[in-house]
């Protein structure tokens, strides 16, 4: 095998089920890290593992190593092969999918390209449902157990035994998922939360049994009250808090996927189809590149396409995260899973199944949830070794008990509340978790974060380059000022000559006479053109309302015979040193005015660079304009001229943001062009803006898929929200092992109670993530 060919590798995902606790994760990860070349990162909530995968190495493999851990695995999805240029880790291009595209497997764009399906993510609400009749059980039967054996008022002849019959289905039947994971990691000599739980909950039962069998009499006289040592009920009542913590946090993780089960199920199942002039409807899943569908007022739109008939307004906040419809008419692209809002569209496919948009955004949140923060890894090397030191805590608490004190019973309870309280159920929840609920919240709100890293990253950062068309402006011409000229004819006014130009600019296709055109509809109306002539990038000519007008550049207007006053030729100077496209009009062979055109600030973004300031964030401008225009632009949104980079070319961005990184800077870059891509990737977080190419959505490390500054803003909120909430969730899973295990020890905490809490924790880290679901509301 040759050095390009080593350096291969894709991207497998796993189901994995049989995992319940951080040692769990420790455990399988460490049985793939043995494959030579393998690197692997599980996901507890999500029952799952991706895995980075050399070309040596077959799925099979893979499987075989979690089943050979204990634990039961299966290929979720399979992505394609990428060259990595150091041989690690080459995490699959958005879009790029191997799979066969067989009926189960097609190109489902509703599911994401079938990378996380439905049923996937309903594996918690099956768990929950598995645990609800043991659970069930043992309620039922752990309430009398604990009343008879701790109100001496209860109490009746011989009540040890009834006792002890009561919590035996408790402690076997409804205890079984512990018994059961707990004896498959004793086979593989591992051991994991279930090993404290079985251990501690078969001691209390056990060691209580055998003293009634020893002394059958033992509970004969009622009026002995508690005085025996039987723990029937901590082996009843701590089953019975565990469960319902498991259960609860099974319905919780539930929660926490709902955000990206819905943007899964976000696209439309059907499609209308043009097949020989007549309207076909077929699956969603079964459109291909090229057809051409219709998507009437209030529907779906099926698929990623161009638009070739028809105008509407088009309801993109399911994807973008903003409100505002946007416009469309022929050649706008539209976005599967959009709505259309108004008119008739004749759209073409031009991305459908696994490609569309929807789909990547699936892949994209799927691939961040399974990632792993850098922080995690210090709750993985402890939970590595966490079990065996706990069991070896709890050995050692009931020798030096029994040793110092000669009491039996004081040393048993203070061992198995060791036991019980030590179990690290919250801290392989603290962080994917809070993972799971921020990149969820993230999706719904048009935000993609790629991974865990970029939770760390958009905390360090500390200066924001911005790009300036397309992200702090929209990248589209617009009418900013219309100036007249002496030599118009008498009476006309600004809104007459945009009236006049618009309707001669209506019948041309270049950009320019578009956003004349748009203007004079939106303002004074348009009127029908006649004797319409264009030349490519001089102008328009034709007649409005029997006059003749000519629109365009000063060679144009020579070219038709119009004689230009100095004036002109002086105010069209200005326009153009202001930054502005200007375009000369004339009205029947005399120059009449100068529409300037420039391309427009964005609502929201002055906005936007204040809420930088507030998140401790230095914004540059960055631009391949001229100084004049990005001063303008810079004044507009509040960015002072010394932090404005103007008449950088597409190549000196990359130069641009190292500059910055060498003055000690830790650079975050928003921009949405392929000339962006470079210096995205070299920043120390890329963004890009969703309403730019794929190439700088790729090179990025966030993704915002509206249009709007602001929104990148808030994607740097979210992601700093969710590193808190990780990061608490880990300070209370440390800080309850750090409290409870030493007070459990010294005896100074009942069994119970133990379990409580320890059910507690686990609930109390997850309910602190599911809070991330309310951020931006």
Known sequence: MDTREQEVSRAVELDIQG????????????????????????NLPLESARVTVPASVTDQQIVDAVNAAGYSARLKTRHAARPSAHGGHAASAPGADTRDETPEHGAGHMSGGDDMSHEDHMSH??????????????????????????????AFPNWGWVVALLALPVVTWSAWPFHRAAAINARHLASTMDTLVSIGVAAAYLFSLGQLVVSPGLTADPRMGSEPHLYFEVA????????????????????????????????????????????????????????????RPGEKIPADGVVTEGRSAVDA???????????????????????????RLLVRATRVGSETTLAQMGRLVSEAQSSKAPIARLADRISAVFVPVVLGIAV???????VLTGDLQAAFTAAVAVLVIACPCALGLATPVGLLTGTGRGAQLGILIKGAQVLEDTRTVDTIVLDKTGTITSGRLSVARIRMLDSAPSGLT?????????????????????????????????????????????????????????????????ENGIDLPDAAYAALREEQDAGATAVLVAVENQAAGIISLQDTVKEGSAAAVARFRSLGLHPVLLTGDNAVVAAQVAEQVGIPGEDVLADVRPEGKVDAVRRLQAQGRTVAMAGDGVNDAAALAQADLGIAMGSGTDVAMEAADLTVMGSSLEQVATAVELSRRTL??????????????????????FGLLNPMIAGAAMAASSVLVVGNSLRLRSFGK
């Open 19 to 42: 995992m319940t606790c951080a040692s769990c994760v420790a455990r399988v990860e460490r049985k793939l890290g043995k494959i030579e070349g393998v690197e692997a990162s599980v």
């Open 125 to 154: 609400g099956g768990t929950a449902a598995q645990l609800r009749p043991r659970l069930i059980l043992a309620a039922v039967l752990s309430v009398p157990v604990l009343l008879i054996s701790m109100v001496p008022a209860l």
């Open 236 to 295: 009843a009542v701590v089953v019975t808090f565990l469960l319902l913590g498991r259960y609860l946090e099974a319905n919780a993780k539930t929660k926490a996927a709902d955000a990206l089960k819905a943007l899964l199920n976000l696209g439309a199942k059907d499609a209308t189809v043009l097949r020989d002039g007549q309207e076909v409807r077929i699956p969603a899943d079964r459109l291909e590149v090229g057809d051409v569908f219709v998507v």
């Open 317 to 343: 906040s399911l994807i973008t995260g903003e409100s505002l419809p946007v416009e469309v008419d022929v050649d706008s692209t539209v976005t599967g899973a959009t709505i259309n809002s108004s008119g």
């Open 396 to 402: 050692l608490t009931f020798v030096l008990w029994l």
């Open 494 to 558: 600004a809104d007459g000559l945009l009236r006049l130009a618009g309707s001669v600019e209506d019948a041309g296709e270049h950009p320019i006479a578009r956003a004349v055109a748009a203007s004079a509809r939106s303002g004074p109306g348009t009127a029908p053109v006649t004797e319409f002539d264009s030349a490519p990038g001089g102008g328009v000519r034709g007649t409005v309302d029997g006059q003749r007008i000519v629109a365009g550049r000063p060679a144009w207007l020579d």
């Open 724 to 745: 808190r909430t990780i990061k608490t969730n880990l300070f209370w899973a440390f800080f309850y092992n750090a409290v409870g295990i030493p007070v459990a020890a």
